[in-house]
């Protein structure tokens, strides 16, 4: 089996901050995602990368950005945190595309003062 | 585009009743979808429950069954009788073998009282 690890777990950024979360994943697989949970509006793509060095936009890119230089690990960076951001990301990866089973991290709980 | 809907954001049931969860997609572009319930513990992370890939088939974990209808453009989570432990909130998936990710619907909070 294998594992993913997201840091911080809890993270509390001011208002206009860049801020950026970052996920470990151990599978070995090629394809990442970040998703964005609301509460009432499920999860919502941002960002995904099938391979080292790649990035996709999600429905939810704008505002953010991202970062792929390992096969393990895929970072989100917030550019400028906005209160109404305030939500729980969640990093997963799978072997290979949308026909694959989802492994998902524990999530980081992003609070905007 | 391609989208999954789930009606109820919070269900409510009595333990060893019955259950079923809503789910429909809508896709423009995936010709064979994929269809998932994924899972989320309280205090655990989101894992997959059951995926289906065929039309007209049932997938089955954990005593939850939910079956592919692709005439009605469902996938509805269904069980017999429910278990506190199974209080949890379900999410409904839509994939495709060569595409690259999934759509998620909104979720269905599943509380299960004695």
């Known amino acids: 089996g294998g594992i993913i690890t997201q840091t911080p777990k809890f993270l509390i950024g001011q208002e206009g901050q860049k801020l950026t979360l970052k996920c470990q994943q151990n599978?070995?697989?090629?394809?990442m995602y970040w998703y964005r949970q609301d509460s009432g509006k499920g999860l919502r793509l941002i960002y995904y990368?099938?391979?080292?060095?790649d990035l996709q936009k999600g429905d939810l890119s704008e505002g953010y950005d991202a970062s792929r230089e390992k096969k393990s690990s895929f970072s989100l960076t917030v550019t400028s945190a906005q209160k109404n951001e305030m939500a729980v990301f969640l990093c997963a990866s799978s072997i290979w595309g949308g026909g694959a089973e989802q492994f998902f991290g524990p999530g980081t709980r992003l609070t905007v003062l | 585009g391609d989208s999954v809907t789930q009606t109820e954001g919070q269900v409510t049931v009595s333990e060893s009743k019955s259950l079923i969860i809503n789910c429909t997609y809508s896709?423009?572009?995936?010709?064979?979808?994929?269809l998932f319930w994924y899972v989320r513990y309280p205090g655990e992370g989101l894992q997959l429950l059951l995926k289906?890939?065929?039309?007209?088939q049932k997938g089955s974990s954990r005593g939850f069954e939910a079956t592919y209808n692709k005439e009605t453009t469902s996938f509805h989570l269904q069980k017999a009788s429910v278990q506190e432990s199974d209080s949890a909130v379900y999410y409904c998936?839509?994939?495709?073998?060569?595409?690259?990710?999934?759509?998620f619907g909104t979720g269905t909070k599943l509380q299960v009282v004695p």
């Open positions: 990368s099938i391979t080292e060095n």
């Open positions: 896709t423009t572009s995936i010709a064979y979808p994929n």
């Open positions: 289906v890939i065929t039309a007209g």
């Open positions: 998936a839509l994939g495709e073998n060569s595409g690259t990710y999934q759509r």
């Open positions: 599978f070995n697989h090629d394809t």
